[in-house]
């Protein structure tokens, strides 16, 4: 499928990028301030909702936290509902793979929540203990996640849509500069594309030439489906991607060998990776979303003055893909 325009993707990313600018909190002397009213709505793909993270409810919305490590990280999720009243399934993911955290006193791999319309909720939040160094925490909100509707209307508009995500850094006794190594695959620039392809397309297609989008796809339990992740950075700047995949909201490889690859691009480049997926035995719609994460492992803000150091560490799913087992 064709991206949306960069000019869609702004309008979607400036307001987010607002509400955390003005509600971020200096942190001074080890003291916080109290956070100014939260008034805003984040507005996404026309939908209202907001998330946030704080290490203390009377705190700010901070975008980096010291952790001592061999510990979790205690904090607390943040969700304004302001549409119709909704199911949410909200899931960890640290280092970019998905983890049981306690959700108000439960652990739970995906916490399911109900939200009224115009309902706040704070969770408490504590992730499993972190090993010394940097890492990277993301908290998605999976939304209408009991919705298997096989129309082509709905399966498009769940892209870039229907999922809600906050991240922090979180530095466990080490420095901003502890970054994690890993191996990245490089794009190539593709020149002569008959469409433009900023961010992620999933579908069955191996050249990226056409970017088709890839809705439905029935087979039999056990089958073995192969799919292809394209990526792309045709606009630029330069930038560095992680790639999940889910299947019915639960991680799964994106191929035997690889959990999480991840694709440095540069600007004007290409790179279509292939995923493998076993097929549940369980008749009826399952649910495959894959989601990018721009740049993987950057510090997001200043440790100290929490100003926000890092661009382009947005997270954006591609098309929720009905698979019927039949």
């Given at each position: ?80 509902n302001q ?94 500069q502890d ?27 191996k050249t ?119």
């Amino acid at each position: 499928m064709v991206k949306r325009p960069l000019m869609t993707l702004l309008l979607v990313t400036i307001p987010i990028m607002i509400v955390f600018l003005s509600l971020n909190i200096f942190r001074l002397s080890g003291r916080a301030f109290s956070p100014l009213p939260i008034k805003a709505t984040v507005i996404f793909d026309g939908e209202g909702v907001a998330v946030g993270i704080k290490g203390i409810r009377e705190g700010g919305f901070w975008r980096t936290y010291r952790v001592k490590a061999n510990t979790g990280f205690k904090g607390y999720y943040w969700l304004m509902n302001q549409k119709e009243r909704g199911t949410f399934l909200i899931t960890c993911l640290i280092d970019y793979v998905q983890q049981p955290c306690v959700y108000d006193g439960r652990s739970e791999l995906l916490y399911r929540i109900e939200m009224r319309e115009n309902e706040e909720r704070y969770i408490s939040l504590e992730t499993p203990e972190l090993s010394r160094g940097f890492h990277d925490l993301i908290v998605l909100a999976f939304d209408k996640p009991d919705v298997h509707d096989l129309s082509e209307k709905f399966r498009i508009n769940t892209d870039l849509n229907y999922l809600y995500t906050t991240r922090a850094s979180l530095l466990a006794d080490s420095g901003a500069q502890d970054i994690p190594h890993v191996d990245y695959i490089t794009g190539q620039f593709q020149p002569n594309q008959n469409s433009s392809l900023n961010g992620i397309v999933v579908n069955r297609d191996k050249t990226p030439q056409e970017l088709h989008a890839w809705t439905y796809q029935p087979v039999k339990p056990g089958d073995i489906l192969e799919y292809y992740v394209h990526l792309g950075n045709d606009e630029g700047p330069d930038q560095s991607m992680a790639v999940v995949s889910f299947l019915d909201f639960k991680q799964i490889p994106l191929d035997k060998d690889i959990l999480v690859p991840f694709a440095s691009l540069p600007a004007g480049s290409r790179l279509t990776i292939l995923g493998h997926l076993v097929a549940p035995q369980e008749v009826g719609i399952h649910e495959l979303i894959v989601v990018l994460v721009r740049g993987p492992y950057r510090l997001l803000a200043d440790p100290e003055t929490q100003e926000l150091t890092s661009e382009y560490t947005w997270v954006e799913p591609s098309i929720r893909v009905a698979i019927e087992v039949k």
